[in-house]
């Protein structure tokens, strides 16, 4: 598979992904939806279902739809195409999640336009902490997208059909036991994309997009990510 491909599909798995589980937040958060007040466990399976579907769209570059997914493969030597294709995952994965939360935004338009709080709409977008604390904010993604990328090399489930469905519960159990700390981001792209979106669209009275948080959702997971990857390389198959 070539750059290109690999870009396009990882572009348009990682746009399901944020499409939809920006979408499930919007759904809760924004008052005149048919999901609002559907709570946190609601908000988990529908970022469950995200990477199930967003995964299922990229199955043939791999199905990573996250940055954490591809530097970890590589760092545990299991890549199956290698670093001189890397940045065309990277790439189609950031520019995806931006299209994504752009489209979230258009299917609720007119609910953020009729919303009376929009200045604290961002936790649609991207993550945040409910005690900062960067350090130990840092510390809880670099765990939470360990426990993903562990599991996942060990399963061995990562580009079968079937091993995207258990994907995806494995996030529901992640968020539902270590999400609650920083909104558990586990994928650098995820939080980037959106959060740029989030800067740049022109909804009425909304919030900032809190910068000096936003290198903690990126860093946790790649360092989560690559440890996951270096620990399953020094165990044995």
Known sequence: MNFGEIFLWELLGTAGLTLMGCGVVAN?????????????????F????????????ANPSGGHI??????GLLASGKSATGWAMAPAYLLGQLVGAFIGAVLCWAAY????????????TR????????VPNYPWNLVTEIIGTFVLLFWILRTGTANAGLGYAAVAFVVVG????????????????RDLGPRIAYAVLPIPGK???????SWVPVVGPIVG???????????PS
Do not use: C, E, R
């Open 225 to 235: 990510g690559v440890l996951a990857g270096l620990l399953n390389q020094a165990l």
């Open 109 to 120: 338009k007119l609910q953020f336009d009729t919303h009376d709080d929009n200045a604290h």
């Open 66 to 71: 996250n940055p954490a997914v591809t530097l």
């Open 28 to 44: 809760v958060v924004l008052k005149k939806t048919l999901g609002s007040g559907g709570g946190w466990l609601l908000i988990n």
């Open 123 to 130: 936790g649609i977008f991207s993550t945040g902490p409910t």
């Open 46 to 57: 529908g970022w469950g279902f995200a990477v199930l579907i967003g995964a299922t769209i």
């Open 174 to 189: 992640i968020g539902n036991s270590l999400g609650g700390p920083t909104g558990y981001a586990i994928n650098p792209a």
């Open 207 to 213: 919030g900032k997009p809190d910068w000096d948080y």
